[in-house]
């Protein structure tokens, strides 16, 4: 058990570093996408190219950040269930969803997207439109978002069997939409201490 | 028995998914993994199924270029884009000052508080969209005030939280992004069905506000003339509001000569303009020309104004594409958090986090809704769906009430995303195929998401003015009076009365189409008029569908009927 925490705690460390480095991807897509817009109108200066981009970084953010948004248990729930239940009771759902859900399903897709951003990388592919970008990138995104979360799958069901074994506290315990809010309202007033 | 199971594997799926859905996993992940399950029972059983279902090891290889799709999809671009730029809006401090000078402004009249309310909730709902961000900041600026001076609390808290979820149907709206998404239908077209509905349901709820104010004067008093710390000067606010329209209506001939249609909208630019820059000068320079009031007013309601123009406008006018429109609206935001100071790092970087995580958990549930297709299809659980929809009594009617009362139950338990991404794409083949306009549809689902926010107990608005209102008894600083504090009931009890009148607004939109289909624009091509007019005076006696605009015995006033 020591060494799979281990693991998990080096899994838990890469996917929040690439978490929270990509949030500037989506800074960059903003910036482009406005700055885009306006040579377009202004001096008809644009690409596909730079349409494309903006979709590519975008696409980078949420599939790289998925793992972590995973992590940090922020996939949406449906918890009029869920939330009613006893602490234990949520531990085993998740475990079971972590195990018949999650795993299989990033796995597969893992696994049929590495031959699919190969052939796209072997073939140097370029998109259809005039002046596209190379497919290849994006398609290795994909694939590196559910190999990620594949990680991150595997580092989730080690902590949650130690969790449940009383070995490490319970980082990420289920908050209802009610203390959800009160946590939003939080950041914003922590916001307004910021701007001060 | 084998038999009974593969012909029965729709409503078999569907079953399962409800219940996937409900232990309270992670939707994303539910979903897909109900979508592969079943993939592989679907394919052992596809032999004992006489045809009905279609799913095959190979079919699963596209799975791929199904991700990529929803990866290479540009529409959604404008998720991040204008959740970041609700995010930078909220924390920039915007809402409080809004919040504050209205309600100077209009304080000193019957209801005066509530209106305000309205008003800014609307003009929060056009820039931030966020709905937490207008009803926190409400209820820690305007609730106070409102009990302070005896307003009605249910009358308070209703109106608070209410305003606070018109930014689910103003456009920019995730919600109508995301429903445009789905239904295949065009962003813009669903921002410009969705505008008169949703400024017509915030007009609903100030003629409310008007009525008690009338019948029940003691629930929305005034504010006393002390309350004013802006003090008078409604006369040079008026002026100053008078040279604008001048302005903007002397220049609007002159910008004719060159820019034709668009000379309104550039007339009112230069008009609002102006005053902006006067009323900059006569601060910087102390001339005091206009009131403090006036020059309160115009200082901070115009960038606001400014932003919905460089969003909406620039979207409605055609120049900017939505996705356009929600970057060139985030970086106006920054604009306008730093020219207040606010704009730093920790700032930037919590909006950013804040908008992955959401970007993130709403592309994956769509990813899961995309596996869950593949087989739902597969197995032909689209036509079963229709089976369903079309077997119901009252033919459009019939299947828009039954549609609306299925998400207006769903709205109490589940997110608008899931509603979106699981249920539209069943909905609207057969909807399309009924002669429903389905940007119609689109507005009339979003007026009813709207509602979700608002449901006790699962309402979010509810619970975010629950999380800001006093929870225990206090002593009110200025008049020195105790308050007691907000009962969760009343928040519940005050948001029945808005929820009436949003569910009038949804009949209201179905009974009169004309209020979103003016999407289409007056402009028709002459030669698909000249092809279908005669058909309208041979074929169509009895309100049958025309021109692809549904007609519900109703006139026609904005859909492209058009006579030679």
Known sequence: MHAALGLSRLIDGVTTVIGKSVIWLIFAAILISAINAVTRKLWSLSSNSWLEAQWYLFGAAFMLGAAYTLKENEHIRIDIFYGSRSRRVQHWIDLFGHVVFLLPFVTLMAWMLWPYWIDAFRSGQVSTNAGGLLIWPARAILFAGFALLVLQAVSEIIKKIAIMRDLIPDSNPFISPAEQAAQGVQDITDGAEVRK | MMELIAQNMAPIIFTSLVIFLLLGYPVAFSLAANGLIFFAIGVWLAPYSSGTITLDWPLLYTMPQRLWGVMSNETLLAIPFFTFMGIVLERSGMAEDLLDTVGQLFGPIRGGLAFAVVLVGALLAATTGVVAASVIAMGLISLPIMLRYGYDRKVATGVITASGTLAQIIPPSLVLIVLADQLGKSVGDMYRGALYPALILAGVYMGYVAMIAIFRPHMVPALPLEARTLGGGVTSLLVALAVAVGIGYLSHYWFYEAWGANADVLGATLGIAAIYAFALADRVLKLNLLSRLASQVIMVLIPPLALVFLVLGTIFIGLATPTEGGAMGAVGAMAMAAAKGRFQMPLLNQALVSTLRLSSFVMFVLIGARVFSLTFYGV????????????????????????????????????????????????????????????????????????????????????????????????????????????????????????????????????????????????????????????????????????????????????????P
């Open chain 2, 380 to 563: 032909n659980g689209h036509i079963w769906v229709e089976h369903l929809l079309t077997g119901v009594p009252g033919g459009q009617y019939g299947f828009l009430l039954v549609v609306n009362i299925i998400i207006f139950i769903l709205g109490f338990f589940i997110d608008f995303f899931e509603i979106a991404f699981i249920l539209i794409p069943l909905i609207a083949p057969v909807a399309d195929k009924m002669g429903i306009d389905l940007i119609w549809l689109g507005v009339i689902i979003g007026m009813n998401l709207q509602t979700s926010f608002l449901t006790p107990p699962f309402g979010f608005a509810l619970f975010y003015l629950r999380s800001v209102a006093a929870k225990v008894p206090y002593l009110d600083r200025i008049t020195g009076k105790n308050i007691a504090e907000i009962k969760t009931s009343e928040i519940y009890k005050g948001a029945i009365p808005f929820i009436g009148l949003q569910v009038l607004m949804i009949c209201a939109v179905v009974a009169f189409p004309q209020l979103v289909m003016h999407y289409k624009g007056p402009m028709v091509d002459p030669s698909t008029v000249e092809i279908k007019v005669p058909m309208l005076n041979t074929l169509n006696p009895g309100g049958a569908p025309s021109l692809g605009a549904p007609s519900l015995g109703v006139p026609q006033l904005g859909a492209p009927v058009i006579n």
